[in-house]
């Protein structure tokens, strides 16, 4: 039976988010209402969008799991030969978005991002599962491959090769941080009239809180 997609609608009634409740800063913002999204128990709070581009404009998106916030910006790790961090080298511009449904919530930031220190990216490799030490190794990312059962064998070569000791971060994997530039907080609301609060970062180094229509 074919889905009648234009019929596909919901109202948006939990709450609202009004310029005198927001935080003057959107890091604190930030901090609060991620925050309530890990007490609400949803699946993957951190699952965030990360859309990049190559130096011609050409994009791509794909879903990261942000592992760090704080004043400095947004932090995540992944292969430094997989196309996202090939477009991010050409082009750092890139842009973050959540999606909280369940509390009718969306944060976008934009930004640029920068490789994070070797040995910030050494510190969170280390506290990663041994399984996930080794896959980092295993897999060159987004590089074709015949079979599942080559990335299978070269974990166990990996593994055999490591065994009773510790496993060094690949020299191609590591973070990037997404230096914010501005960060757009999203409340859905009644009638479609969701609210939108924009912050952008100011020469003087504070931001600037303006209301978008939605």
């Known amino acids: 039976m074919a889905i009648d997609l234009q019929r596909l609608r919901k109202e948006y009634t939990r709450a609202g988010l ?3 409740d927001a935080d003057p800063d959107p890091i604190e913002q930030f901090d609060k209402w991620f ?36 004043d400095r910006g ?28 369940e509390l009718e919530r969306q944060v976008r930031i934009e930004g640029r991002a920068k490789r994070i ?15 996930s030490q080794l896959g980092s190794w295993a897999s ?3 590089r074709s491959v015949e079979d599942r059962g080559i990335l299978e064998k070269r974990l166990r070569e990996l593994d055999a090769t490591y065994e009773g000791s510790e ?16 960060i757009e907080f999203w409340q ?8 939108r609060l924009l912050y952008s970062r100011v020469d003087s180094g504070g931001w600037r809180i303006e209301r978008l229509q939605p």
């Open 188 to 195: 859905g609301r009644e009638n479609r009239l969701h609210d």
């Open 18 to 20: 009004a310029e005198a």
């Open 140 to 142: 060159a990312q987004s």
């Open 74 to 101: 947004f932090v995540f790790y992944t292969s430094y030969d997989g196309r996202k961090s090939r477009e991010l080298e050409e082009n750092p511009r890139c842009t973050l978005v959540f999606y909280w449904g």
């Open 35 to 70: 925050n309530e999204a890990l007490a609400a128990n949803l699946h993957e709070p951190n699952a965030v969008t990360l859309a990049t581009a190559t130096r011609d404009g050409r994009p791509s998106a794909r879903v990261v799991l942000l592992k760090g916030y704080d």
């Open 117 to 131: 220190s070797g040995e910030e990216s050494d510190a969170y490799y280390r506290s990663r599962p041994r399984g």
């Open 167 to 182: 496993i060094p971060r690949p020299p191609f994997w590591g973070g990037y941080r997404i230096e914010p530039g501005a």
